[in-house]
Nanobody, 127 residues
Framework: QVPLVESGGGVVQAGGSLRLSCAAS????????MGWFRQAPGKEREFVAR????????YYADSVKGRFTISRDNAKNTLYLQMKSLKPEDTAVYYC????????????????????WGQGTQVTVSS
């Protein structure tokens, strides 16, 4: 088990910024590829970004490319998602997820590919 706890969500105006964090417990954080997903009301959970175990490889959904940045600090067991130029359509519950036994360059953009999930943090972007 990898307990994951997201934080940093809130209400922001369109064009604003937020940084989400995902804190992991245990000493094996660096063994997992990590991802961010989001789910808006009435919609399926969708991929946002993922990062390799070392942080050297990242991959983004087209909808957030150039606006969001995923990063990690393995010494602090923490995953981040820096979000800029936010739009109302970015409104959703954001989840972090951990992937066991990940290959470096695989995209891992499907929710079913991840093994552990946090409880989510709400991001609301007002117009």
């Amino acid at each position: 088990q990898v307990p994951l706890v997201e934080s940093g969500g809130g209400v922001v105006q369109a064009g604003g910024s937020l940084r989400l964090s995902c804190a992991a417990s245990g000493r094996t954080f660096s063994n997992y590829a990590m991802g961010w997903f989001r789910q808006a009301p009435g919609k399926e959970r969708e991929f946002v970004a993922r990062i390799s175990r070392s942080g050297g490889s990242t991959y983004y959904a087209d909808s957030v490319k150039g606006r969001f940045t995923i990063s990690r600090d393995n010494a602090k067991n923490t995953l981040y998602l820096q979000m800029k130029s936010l739009k109302p359509e970015d409104t959703a519950v954001y989840y972090c997820a951990a992937k066991v036994s990940a290959y470096y360059s695989r995209t891992y953009s499907l929710a079913a590919e991840y093994d552990y999930w946090g409880q989510g943090t709400q991001v609301t972007v007002s117009s």
